[in-house]
């Protein structure tokens, strides 16, 4: 017996188990049973689906009997009327799948009985309603007879499943079965179940995202005229919460079912899309941008018949007198509905009546650009500015060039708004991705040169945005624009968003990696040249436009260019030197970490020498430069043979400049730029900053010697440093031959004995102070130098030793020699600077402990002092100085409301009150007067 005559006999003998074990042997054998079907006559097939008939209603009434039974007798009768089920299922997918399959009325039964229980079914048996429910589809998909009877559970379901699962695969069945909609009566109450679910749909985040649930909306909408009204309220109500891409869905929606819409559901359609308008030109500026996303996808659609008669249909009654209210907002919001949909036209109408329209929408340009509101002048000035690139060729050129007219020389000058300045300048680029307005703005561009240096950043951005614009343009030279001085000035003080853009702007016209070394180094000498200060910024951000090898080659080149001028200027005056070749020889030779600089000796420029000192200085400080910036990428070890390299280049040439320039300046940058190497490989320079900064005079400033601390910490020499200052301090400190009652202690190591000379300096306590200062404040010191945490301790000590000169100062039978007040000002400073930095929670260094003593010492040693203003007319001059000292540092600074009485400047204090000290820490003051 084959399986066709198994297949007959099986279902013949009506044994449901026997059905359901010969499907899934068929299943599990790979037996196909299209091809199994295809075999039987009509005959045949007529009895085969007569007797599946029968086997299904046997099932349904087997729950009947059962109905009374216990739970899990029930639960595996269940079980097993879903097998067969799933078994009819199959067998019935497989006599619709044939090429001209043959419908019974038996089979229809049978269909029409699975879907009648499609939706009742339980949520476990998902599998199976979604097999019942692909057997519908296919059957509605071959357009076979009763596929009426067969769809309308179909389609609730899958709006069902399309809510709960969310798949692009749903959206794509339902998509398909859009027709079966119009077999619904959505008025009648037995469609309450389908209304509910498509209100559901339309909210849905899956129907909005994916392009077949918005079109299957769409037809959706245009299917009854209550049911559109219900799905714009529901639409109206979410609109507060959906963003704009979703409101630019829902113009799409709004749009298809327009296009398909008939009769009174057009009229209620487009009733809902000039609502959306009125909504549009009163709403608040939350959501008014989301209701012209959704009108927007109208706009763009200019291109199908009809689309340009409906929005002028629908935009009249509301766009005209909204221009002309009082209220700005509303003006605003009309504004730039009709600057959106421009031009809004009918081409039914005559060409007369067309051209009194468009002019019409061009005197209310002119008179928008005039508007009191700057708001409102700003947004029409940028979307004008479109709308004149666009349509450039039907307005009139005379219209054009009025519009162009009142931008340039009124609105770009606008005092009153840096938006509406900075959205001129923006409206210039607009028009320059025109190729036809280039001839026209070439020689107007120019007189916005001045707005480079405007008082807004927003306007300075917007200029140099348009001339990395105008960049690009081959027809116009962005220094025709603004001239490169200007440019260079905003370059050196400028924000970092104008500079960040004025980089990319100048940074392939000074630094063209991609042409010969000298074109390089001409481009280099130019820009020093031209400004010092903006060519310091040019190089601190150009790392960020080229790779770490790309800097240090062109750092390289720098310095080679300058071994070249001192080669040059030897031969001059000796008439030729071997070994300075061979100095340059070795800079070139060693290591493969750069490419070889090339022979361009010859092509260098005559006029740069080594006595052009500002040059030199700022080649130097350009190497410095660059190398501070890529400093952190040169530590990775993927460059640690770069670094290698060019700290052995760069320490054979800084030892050859040292010997030629004598230029404060110059000699700066090189000691800098020596603290990038090891300090073993710069001797004469290493073993000298330590001396030069105990020569240094009392009147010293941070430009003198700030260049000998950066090195020294670069090289870890912190110590050394905090030696000197501890002991400045230590003879500074002392009175009259009286020692200090803090010991002197050596914050440096013990160092190996030799023989060397004791250079004679004058100690300069207060000079120190300025040097530890500066390290703390200058971001290559600090890290440095605060990971030197024993060391400050001591120094902290030491400065503690002012307390004791304090006292002395102010008592009044001290007999020694004062210490300066200025040293003790600046000792006080520092050691209150040191207690919040070397600050540590429950340790000897806990800065609230600290402070809590300063002020009970303060309120000891210094306040009665203070309170005794009869005493002060009598004091001498020193102890009057020392008293205004103390109220400096420990009285807070007066408010404006504060009355001074007199020379104590005695406070009227508030209990509890904050007060901020000199020093830069806050503390309290309680009822009791005392400190915390």
Not at 219 to 234: A, E, G, W
Not at 288 to 312: E, I, W
Not at 575 to 592: C, K, M, T, Y
Not at 847 to 854: D, G, P, R, V, Y
Request: charged residues 25%; contains cysteine.
């Amino acid at each position: 017996m084959n399986k066709r005559e198994e297949l007959l006999s099986v279902v013949d003998s009506g044994d449901l188990q026997q059905f359901v074990k010969f499907i899934q042997k068929c299943k599990s054998e790979a037996v196909d049973l299209v091809e199994l079907l295809s075999g039987c006559s009509k005959k045949q097939l007529d009895k085969l689906w007569e007797g599946v008939q029968q086997s299904c209603a046997v099932t349904m009434l087997s729950i009947e009997v059962e109905d009374n039974a216990n739970e899990d007798h029930m639960e595996q009768e269940i079980t097993k009327i879903l097998e067969v089920l799933q078994c009819v299922v199959n067998l019935a997918s497989a006599a619709i799948q044939q090429e001209d399959p043959h419908i019974s009325p038996c089979l229809k039964s049978t269909s029409v009985l699975l879907l009648g229980l499609l939706l009742p079914m339980p949520e476990t048996a998902d599998r199976l309603k979604n097999n019942i429910c692909e057997l519908c589809e296919q059957w509605w998909k071959k357009n076979l007879s009763g596929k009426e009877d067969l769809i309308t559970n179909a389609l609730i379901y899958l709006l069902q499943r399309s809510l709960k699962i969310q798949t692009r695969k749903v959206l794509k069945r339902l998509w398909f079965l859009r027709d079966a909609l119009s077999l619904f009566n959505i008025s009648d109450a037995s469609s309450d179940m389908l209304r509910d679910l498509l209100c559901q749909c339309i909210v849905s985040m899956p129907f909005l995202k994916y392009d077949e649930g918005c079109r299957f909306l769409g037809c959706v909408m245009s299917l009854d005229q209550n049911l559109t009204d219900c799905l714009h309220k529901i639409i109206k109500s979410h609109m507060p919460i959906t963003n704009r891409n979703m409101m630019e869905k829902y113009g799409e929606i709004y749009f298809r079912a327009w296009q398909t819409a008939t009769g009174s559901t057009l009229e209620k359609l487009e009733s809902a899309i000039q609502n959306f308008m009125d909504h549009a030109v009163h709403a608040k500026k939350s959501l008014a941008p989301g209701l012209r996303c959704l009108l927007g996808y109208f706009h763009k659609q200019r291109k199908f018949s009809g689309v340009d008669s409906m929005l002028l249909r629908l935009y009249g009654p509301l766009l005209w007198r909204s221009l002309k209210v009082a209220n700005c907002h509303v003006r605003e919001n009309a504004a730039m509905l009709l600057l959106d949909a421009f031009p809004l036209q009918d081409q039914d109408l005559c060409n007369e009546e067309l051209d009194q329209l468009l002019q019409k929408q061009f005197d209310i340009f002119q008179a928008l650009l005039e508007d009191s509101y700057p708001s409102i002048r700003s947004v029409t000035v940028r979307k004008l500015s479109k709308i004149l690139s666009t349509f450039c060729e039907f307005i009139p050129v005379e219209t054009i060039r009025n519009l162009i007219v009142k931008m340039m020389q009124d609105l770009v000058w606008d005092a009153s708004s840096a938006d509406v300045r900075a959205s001129v300048i923006l409206s210039m680029m607009n028009l320059l991705d025109n190729p036809m307005f280039i001839p026209m703005l070439k020689p107007i561009l120019p007189q916005l040169c001045n707005h480079i240096h405007d008082v807004s950043e927003k306007v300075r951005v917007a200029m140099i945005e348009l001339l990395l614009k105008v960049k690009g343009i081959r027809a116009i030279k962005y220094w025709d624009i603004v001239p490169m001085e200007h440019i260079l000035a905003r370059l050196e003080i400028d924000s970092h968003p104008v500079v960040r853009r004025i980089m990319k702007l100048l940074q392939s016209t000074f630094m063209p990696l991609d042409k010969p070394k000298s074109v390089q180094l001409d481009r280099c000498v130019a820009l020093i040249e031209s400004s010092r200060g903006a060519a310091r910024q040019f190089f601190h951000h150009a790392p960020a436009h080229m790779s770490t090898q790309e800097a240090v080659t062109y750092m390289i080149s720098i310095v080679a260019c300058i071994l070249r001028c001192i080669k040059a200027e030897k031969s001059k005056q000796e008439g030729g030197d071997n070994s300075q070749q061979e100095v340059e020889e070795n800079l070139h030779s060693q290591g493969g970490a750069s490419e070889e600089v090339e022979e361009e000796e010859e092509e260098e420029d005559d006029t740069l020498t080594i006595h052009n000192t500002q040059v030199m200085a700022g080649l130097v400080e350009a190497v410095v430069i660059l190398w501070s910036v890529i400093n952190n990428d040169l530590k990775k070890r993927q460059n640690h043979t770069i670094e290698q390299n060019l700290q052995a280049k760069i320490s054979i040439a800084v030892a050859e400049m040292m010997k030629f320039f004598d230029d404060p300046e110059v000699c700066a940058a090189l000691v800098n730029l020596a603290g990038f190497v090891p300090y073993n490989s710069v001797p004469t320079i290493s073993r000298t900053c330590l001396s030069k900064l105990k020569k240094m005079s009392v009147d010293s400033v941070a430009e003198d010697y700030s260049c000998y601390l950066d090195a020294l910490c670069k090289w870890d020499k912190v110590v050394n440093i905090l030696d000197l200052v501890d002991e400045w301090l230590t003879e500074g400190l002392q009175q009259d031959g009286a020692t200090s009652q803090t010991p002197t202690v050596k914050v440096g190591k013990k160092t190996r004995k030799s023989v060397g000379f004791i250079v004679p300096h004058v100690p300069a306590p207060t000079l120190g102070i300025d040097f530890v200062t500066y390290m703390l404040r200058s971001p290559i010191c600090r890290p440095i130098l605060t990971s030197h945490v024993n060391e400050l301790a001591q120094l902290q000590t030491k400065l503690k030793t002012a307390w004791t000169c304090v006292e002395q100062g102010l008592s009044e039978a001290s007999n020694t020699e004062p210490v300066p007040d200025e040293l003790l000002t600046a000792c006080f400073s520092l050691y209150c600077k040191l207690v919040g930095i070397l600050h540590e929670s429950n340790t000897k260094n806990d800065a609230t402990s600290i402070f809590e003593e300063l002020f009970s010492w303060a309120d000891v040693h210094l306040l009665p002092s203070l309170g005794n203003q009869e005493k002060l007319a009598d004091m001498t001059s020193r102890k009057r100085t020392l008293l205004s000292l103390t109220d400096t540092f420990l009285l807070p600074s007066p408010d404006p409301q504060d009355t001074l009485t007199d020379m104590s400047r005695k406070r009227t204090s508030r209990t509890g009150r904050t007060e901020l000290f000199d020093t830069g820490y806050i503390c309290l003051r309680d009822d009791s007067g005392r400190w915390r």
